[in-house]
């Protein structure tokens, strides 16, 4: 492909300002470059032109950086980052010979230095988040089934970019950098995760704020759920709330059309066991500070009462469960009368048996409207 014919230097009488004569060209080959065959004619001179043009504009992004009032004089600088951007994204869209001629340039440090200056300016113009935006799809596109370009945007992008972007207010940006990091992740970069836990736990928050965004979903599924020290060192930094999104994926993850694969199914049984013990050791905290006496009402508040009562059924691994349940309900209801009606409610509603209530040493006994919760012994012997 020949490279765009230079603009005239004057039109209709008027001298074009080179950074017009360079948004033009940009702009046309942006639009050349849509089409296979222009992608895999076109001559290296040019993507060293469009960098230079880039690190040119980048300078004024540089100074908004160190001098804020000049972020109102950026919009020529961020017209021309942005068509530069879109020209590379569009010159890498399945054309691997293009991915490693712009890789070999050093386009990819540039790009990632310049995304890591816009998240610093904190401003969101418009012309600010479309360049940001365009810069990411670029990295996506340049990573796109290339190894040896994969690598190179995680060096330069982890784990800065990931930690910058993944929590971005603007959504676009939080879709294009998962994308860039489902691209890049493979099993050795998961082990690195697990030293960055804050960019595994974004991904579960970008996953929850933007549910109809694929890129946060399949890095759980396809890489995050494939890890279980990984999961396992999540869970421990997870919020309740965060841990119930990963419940919710991976409930989705088995309840999918496409069963499981063979070597998946022993890796969702291990998480079924580590969620079930770490249930128990909760519940046994729970047990433990209410036959304490502390937090009666707070256990009350929070619903762990119906939790302690269903607790109590058989289980040979924990043949003990049963008599923490038994103190634990013994000191929630000792001198709390607004414990012990919720217990004779749920007893009225069907929700507690009335021999599990006796197996605790206590008895409902229903005075004109009301139930009373007491203690077995205090029942008069006949």
Known sequence: MAAPRPLPVRLSGVIMPASIQDLEALRALTALFKEQRNRETAPRTIFQRVLDILKKSSQAVELACRDPSQVEQLASSLQLITECFRCLRNACIECYVNQNSIRNLDTIGVAADLILLFRELRVEQESLLTAFR??????????????????????HAFPELFLSCLNHPDKKIVAYSSMILFTCLNSSRIKELEENLNIAINVIEAHQKHPESEWPFLIITDHFLKSPELVQAMYAKMSNQERITLLDVMIAKVMAEEP???????????????????????????????????????????????????????????????????????????????????????????????????????????????????????????
């Open 260 to 382: 499981l694969a063979r070597d998946e199914v022993p890796v969702f049984l291990s998480y079924a066991q580590f969620f079930a013990s770490t249930f128990v050791d909760q519940c046994k905290i729970v047990l433990k500070l209410t036959s304490e006496h502390h937090g009666d009402d707070e256990v009350n508040e929070l619903d762990g009462i119906p939790l302690i009562l269903d607790s109590c059924g058989p289980d040979d691994r924990n043949p003990f469960l049963t008599q923490w349940v038994v103190y634990a309900i013994r000191n929630l209801t000792e001198d709390n009368s607004q414990n012990q009606d919720l217990i004779a409610k749920m007893e009225e509603q069907g929700l507690a048996d009335t021999s599990l209530l006796k197996k605790m040493g206590f008895e409902v006994e229903k005075r004109g409207d009301k139930l009373i919760l007491k203690s077995a012994s205090d029942t008069a012997q006949p």
């Open 134 to 155: 365009c810069g990411l799809q670029f990295l996506g596109n340049i990573a796109s089934r290339n190894e040896d370009s994969q690598s190179v945007v995680w060096l």
